[in-house]
């Protein structure tokens, strides 16, 4: 059983009502169904959710009363930032000649975020200094890679041929203004 103050608290000796000490606190022992998802608990708990106390469905006596550390997962990825040279040319390229649209920043800025007209879709940051390539590839998916390829070269720049991959891509690669691998891709339909 727990008494006192809610800052307070503290177990009575010979009680059974299953508080838990952790880190110098008691909590109430909280119940997370296995396989509810990740943090679905009952109450609320000031712990982060991978120490939540867990309780199995069967009361197994093996799982009551374990803190289980529960792996966080990657929902989705947020950005990936280039290093530019010259931020004008690099602004110029992704907004002007790619379609992207300017969030922050801009042509006379140390940093600028820039992303696809998508909402959901990653946000491409460029940050003043010196670029560094040779690292991977940036893949977008577009409408129409054929039409995109014939956009870039009359604009002046030297994309490779598209092709269609074996993995069900038609796609082509090209660098930016830095020298940063760009790939253009639509699946196969």
């Keep these: 059983m727990l008494c006192g103050s809610r800052r307070g608290r503290r177990r009575r000796s010979g009680s059974s009502s299953g508080g838990?000490?952790?880190r110098g606190r008691h909590l109430r022992r909280r119940r997370l169904w296995p396989h509810a998802g990740f943090g679905?608990?009952?109450?609320?708990s000031h712990l982060p959710y991978h120490h939540l106390t867990v309780r199995s469905r069967e009361h197994s006596s093996t799982a009551r009363g374990k803190l289980v550390?529960?792996?966080?997962?990657?929902?989705k990825l947020s950005a990936v930032t280039f290093r530019v040279a010259n931020m004008t040319e690099s602004?110029?390229?992704?907004?002007d000649v790619l379609g992207m649209k300017l969030l922050y920043g801009g042509e006379g800025t140390n940093f600028s975020s820039l992303r696809s007209e998508n909402p959901q879709s990653a946000i491409l940051n460029l940050e003043q200094g010196k670029?560094?390539?040779?690292?991977?590839?940036?893949?977008?998916?577009?409408?129409?890679?054929?039409?995109?390829?014939?956009?870039l070269k009359q604009r002046g720049f030297n994309?490779?041929?598209?092709?269609?991959?074996?993995?069900?891509?038609?796609f082509f690669h090209m660098p930016d203004p830095d020298g940063h691998e760009l790939s253009f891709a639509r699946p196969l339909s």
């Design 20 to 22: 838990r000490k952790l």
């Design 40 to 44: 679905n608990h009952i109450g609320r």
């Design 91 to 95: 602004v110029r390229f992704y907004r």
């Design 131 to 151: 670029p560094m390539t040779r690292w991977g590839r940036l893949i977008f998916h577009v409408t129409d890679v054929d039409a995109l390829w014939t956009h």
């Design 159 to 170: 994309p490779e041929t598209p092709r269609d991959a074996s993995w069900g891509e038609r």
């Design 69 to 75: 550390r529960m792996a966080p997962t990657i929902e």
